[in-house]
């Protein structure tokens, strides 16, 4: 963002990222996270409203990415085939950004309130997602369940790529979690 | 609660209700609520520790109905259907409390905070889930999925439920939405 500074965002984010696990979320402050990156306070204001910011700006981005190739998806793909090609979309973005999404993982892990958060900008990916299987032609009940299904497939694989030490790429857990998904569901 | 007032409890919850519908949530105070059912503030206090307490308090209830149920049924079913009986009895336990469960839902969706309160109750729902089909045998993967699938599954019924002019009831939406979602799932 903005040519004055071309990676003035990703160094903030770094050094926050780092402070926070340092010192904990609460302790560490803007003026800090800026020394850190070799940046003024008001850079830090350019580029992220506040210290939460810089763990959820990607949300937004990661939403758009969702929904979009979820609207593009062939429209002979079923609700769910259509949200999990989103959902793989979705993963490979976050694959290159591993260390980054254990760091906030971790972050996120120790504070109560960015765990509710959190959780807020899950439910409203998945209604987002909802909203956009409607627009496909699914009905309500089904674009509501794939959407959250969808939503809990990808926090599990989430979850199990962010612990794991195998190593297994993000979007191979997901297409693993929605097998799993299938076997357990098959027998309802 | 207390054999003192047998049915101060219910009369409470009423009153609040009504006025958190009335004046809206954040308006409606504990004297307010107190005065409606025709008791003490200290009765409140008595039995709710807040005016939020209201609205959660049969949360754990039925957490406890859902995991109890759960851990109870017979050992051959599979995780997901042990799940769909512990939803069977919380659908029938809330069925019994319609009109409080509409109008609770009407006060929770007119207010950001107490939405964010009632994504909490159910993560911790599924957590809880979770942690129940561990312990029956399931794997990692599988007890997650399932128990986030289940309370998705649940929420959904329960809007359709709450939605509904149809007048079905809620065990049934329940059966109807996990039918719904073999459906969506059989094709991945």
Chains 1, 2 share one sequence.
Do not use: C
């Not at 040519?3 to 903030?12: N, S």
């Not at 959820?56 to 998806?73: D, H, Q």
């Not at 509710?116 to 997602?129: D, G, P, Q, V």
């Amino acid at each position: 963002m903005g040519r004055w500074e071309p990676d003035a965002r990703g160094r903030l984010a770094q050094a926050a990222m780092e402070l926070y696990i340092e010192r904990g979320f609460e302790q560490a402050t803007v003026a800090e996270i800026a020394r850190r990156a070799g940046l003024t306070e008001r850079t830090f204001f350019r580029h992220f409203t506040d210290k939460r910011e810089v763990l959820f700006a990607g949300s937004s981005s990661l939403e758009e990415l969702l929904v979009e190739t979820v609207a593009k998806a062939p429209p002979n793909l079923s609700p769910m085939d259509a949200a999990a090609a989103g959902l793989e979309a979705a993963g490979t973005l976050l694959q290159e950004r591993r260390a980054f999404a254990r760091q906030r993982q971790a972050v996120i892990a120790a504070n109560p309130d960015l765990q509710e958060r959190e959780l807020i900008k899950l439910a409203s990916l998945a209604a987002a997602l909802a909203r956009t299987l409607r627009v496909r032609g699914a009905g309500d009940t089904a674009a509501d369940l794939v959407a959250e299904v969808s939503i809990a497939v990808f926090r599990i694989a989430f979850q199990n790529w962010v612990d794991d030490a195998s190593q297994r790429d993000l979007p191979q857990l997901i297409r693993e979690s929605l097998q799993e998904l299938k076997a357990v569901t098959s027998g309802v």
